[in-house]
């Protein structure tokens, strides 16, 4: 797994957490953990694997020793 982005979807977060996709959605958009949307509200998740592992030992997200990312979005093209 190290050649890996530790960067994964909510497929793999799901898969890697072994629970559901309800449960894992519902966790991000209640803050119990730490993801990042692409364009929200309907934008892609990427959830970091530390942040996972921090989830399922029940760590919250501001314990988890890490800097947050910044939202970068896309500028409007003049027309």
Known sequence: MSD????????????YARCGRRQLLAALHT????GTQRTA????????RDDVDAWLRGLRPESVDRKPLRRV???RRAS
Do not use: D, F, N, Y
């Not at 803050?31 to 730490?34: K, N």
């Open 4 to 15: 890996q982005s530790p960067w994964m979807t909510t497929t793999e977060a799901r898969l």
């Open 31 to 34: 803050g119990e953990l730490a």
């Open 73 to 75: 979005v896309p500028k």
């Open 41 to 48: 509200p309907r934008g892609t998740w990427r959830i970091h």
